[in-house]
T-cell receptor
Framework: EAQVTQNPRYLITVTGKKLTVTCSQN?????MSWYRQDPGLGLRQIYY???????DKGDVPEGYKVSRKEKRNFPLILESPSPNQTSLYFC????????????FGPGTRLTVT | QQPVQSPQAVILREGEDAVINCSSS?????VHWYRQKHGEAPIFLMI?????EQKGHDKISASFNEKKQQSSLYLTASQLSYSGTYFC?????????FGAGTTVTVRA
């Protein structure tokens, strides 16, 4: 089954404790991206990757890091989480950013206290 | 820059129609539409491409005015299953930007 998986689905952590949210897709997609969703603000892109070893900032990259060492995986790293990073996070993948459907993962709800 | 959606919310009775608008300050090559149910991931509805090509959902239609940099999603003869939040998305320089969303509630 074609899918995007994310782990963990729920995470409660404390300020400053490094964490990683994993994202994996099995569709051989080149384009992968991370979004955060906050009430009233919709989906905002954090980082995207056009292919292995090619990543770039989206609209809200501050406080986040990503890596793309393999085509299928695109982890999101919070080196020193803060309460304003409490949000719902989605990973997505597609053949490209413009004329192709984005496949979204199930989401990760992160709470930073 | 995020596209602007309107209205923010709409309440319908089953069988009624609604239109959701999406506008951008940038020239558009394509417009995406997604629907999200509460607590779930966004689901693809359709993509409209410059030049008129359309890919996606059979039962929901949309238009794309390239000159005005606007798109509209038409919910016709709404069903209870149409409830959710609708997002439009636009692409520029490989970045995808989504609007803040339009919450649609369909009541029996």
């Amino acid at each position: 089954e074609a899918q995007v998986t994310q782990n963990p689905r729920y995470l409660i952590t404390v300020t400053g404790k490094k964490l990683t949210v994993t994202c994996s897709q099995n569709m051989n997609h080149e384009y992968m991206s991370w979004y955060r969703q906050d009430p009233g603000l919709g989906l905002r892109q954090i980082y995207y990757s056009m292919n292995v070893e090619v990543t770039d900032k989206g609209d809200v990259p501050e406080g986040y890091k990503v890596s793309r060492k393999e085509k299928r995986n695109f982890p999101l790293i919070l080196e020193s989480p803060s309460p304003n990073q409490t949000s719902l996070y989605f990973c997505a993948s597609s053949l490209g950013p413009d004329s192709y459907e984005q496949y979204f993962g199930p989401g990760t709800r992160l709470t930073v206290t | 820059q995020q596209p602007v959606q309107s209205p923010q919310a709409v309440i319908l009775r089953e069988g009624e129609d609604a239109v959701i608008n999406c506008s951008s300050s940038k020239a558009l090559y394509s417009v995406h539409w997604y629907r999200q149910k509460h607590g779930e991931a966004p689901i693809f509805l359709m993509i409209l491409l410059k030049g008129g090509e359309q890919k996606g959902h059979d039962k929901i239609s949309a238009s794309f005015n390239e000159k005005k940099q606007q798109s509209s999603l038409y919910l016709t003869a709404s069903q209870l299953s149409y409830s959710g939040t609708y997002f439009c998305g636009t692409e520029a320089d490989y970045k995808l930007s989504f609007g803040a969303g339009t919450t649609v509630t369909v009541r029996a």
